[in-house]
């Protein structure tokens, strides 16, 4: 049974920070990408980060130069280091695993950023 366990989202001031993790378990496929997409309400879900497994990152254009994505490779865990946080970062963020040929999505962690 696939499970992506998702943590760190809460409620920050503009210009705090949070980290979130995703963990990724029973598997079948090998990773070809692990990120994160959030989607606020009334809009569609955006691309946060992504990170492909032959080493490549791509950003959305609001995040780049605040957010940071990593991976354990060996854990399968993705991480995002939220700097500089604004209240348009606020959203639902969701944690996706892909392989081939099937995408995975958790369940979404809330980001509340207070003005």
């Known amino acids: 049974q696939v499970r992506l366990v998702e943590s760190g989202g809460g409620l920050v001031q503009t210009g705090g920070s949070l980290r979130l993790s995703c963990a990724a378990s029973?598997?079948?496929?090998?990773?070809?990408?692990m990120g994160w997409y959030r989607q606020a309400p009334g809009e569609q879900r955006e691309l946060v980060a992504r990170s492909t497994s032959d080493g490549n990152t791509n950003y959305g254009g609001s995040v780049k130069g605040r957010f940071t994505i990593s991976r354990d490779r060996r854990k399968n865990t993705v991480y995002l280091q939220m700097n500089n946080l604004k209240p348009e970062d606020t959203a639902v963020y969701y944690c996706?695993?892909?392989?081939?040929?099937?995408?995975?999505w958790g369940q979404g962690t809330q980001v509340t950023v207070s003005s």
């Open positions: 029973g598997l079948f496929f090998s990773i070809s990408a």
């Open positions: 996706n695993v892909v392989t081939h040929p099937i995408d995975y």
